[in-house]
């Protein structure tokens, strides 16, 4: 598995409280399979990692927004948090990007609160996901199909629910990086 | 307007991680209008705020909302914050409180990120309201008709934007309260 994403290239959109696992876990999988990673953000500099019930560590901005286009890259990852998707949802560019993964039909993988940006990205209606319990109304209510999975795989969408969950969700990543464009995934 | 209210009873629903303006600020308005007020919560305790960027003060329960009903009072108050309202509307019995208020057509007023709370508890469709704007689509998914304005009433449903929308949120409460029971407010 390894072998067929050496070298492909994936974006996590992120910004301040993001929740620290759902970033780093990801990240540490696709960093062992050889996969080039970048941390984009809304601004340059570093952005303040939320670890379960404080604010965590800082982290290093690879690229800023503004700077790339999803053509550079082959799947993006939204880890969740509250303050980050919170931020995320308003931000236009945050959403454009987000639904170009969509449009060329790339992997898309979100976690915990990470689905309220596929829903202000207007990505939701009639796709099968799942998301932190607390969305699961914000879900149902955009279109979706919630289910009560550790991680669930429509056509490129990846999503789980909590950090509990991070196993799989590195696992349903990593596989549908390495299967590529899905063409029922679309904006 | 003091004199129309005073006497009547208020809970505010509040859990750990409320902006804590939006407790503190429609708490003091009531007060010095006259109104008893107690802070509900899901535990006996201190409930602690959120202070815009950090964990602020604690804040005693007055009530546990398992030894509570609807009741008890004339109206009830729902501050914001993030992890207030996300733990809060995945709680069930905090959902059958809230849409208590509505089966018996009393005033509930809603700030920033709570109107979550209402979109769980089932009451948004069809009525008018605001929220914080990342809020804006799941009150729209949920058939609500959100309108960018610093405080919306609709028949006994007052909502408002965040902080800053304080001094228009709390003269509606007040007014509310004083209004007493809106026929149009159910569940």
Chains 1, 2 share one sequence.
């Not at 570093?46 to 790339?68: H, R």
């Not at 898309?108 to 998301?131: F, K, M, Q, Y």
């Amino acid at each position: 598995m390894s072998k067929s994403v050496k070298g492909k290239r994936v974006a996590i959109l992120a910004t301040d409280g993001f929740e620290e696992s759902e970033l780093s876990s990801p990240r540490e999988a696709l960093d062992v399979a050889g996969v080039e990673v970048d941390i984009v953000s809304l601004k340059s500099g570093k952005i303040t990692a939320w670890a379960k019930t404080n604010w965590g560590k800082e982290y290093p901005v690879d690229k800023v927004l503004d700077e790339v286009t999803s053509d550079e890259y082959d799947m993006l990852v939204l880890p969740g948090g509250l303050f980050n998707p919170d931020t995320l949802r308003a931000n236009d560019s945050a959403l454009a990007f987000t639904r170009s993964f969509f449009k060329q039909h790339k992997p898309v993988a979100a976690i915990c609160h990470a689905p309220w940006v596929l829903i202000s990205a207007g990505v939701v209606n009639g796709r099968d996901l799942t998301s932190y319990p607390t969305v699961k109304d914000d879900v149902i209510n955009a279109g979706g199909n919630w289910h009560d999975q550790s991680v669930v795989v429509d056509s490129g969408l990846v999503t789980s629910r909590s950090p509990e969950d991070l196993e799989d969700f590195n696992r349903k990543v990593i596989e549908e990086l390495a299967e590529g464009k899905h063409q029922r995934q679309v904006a």
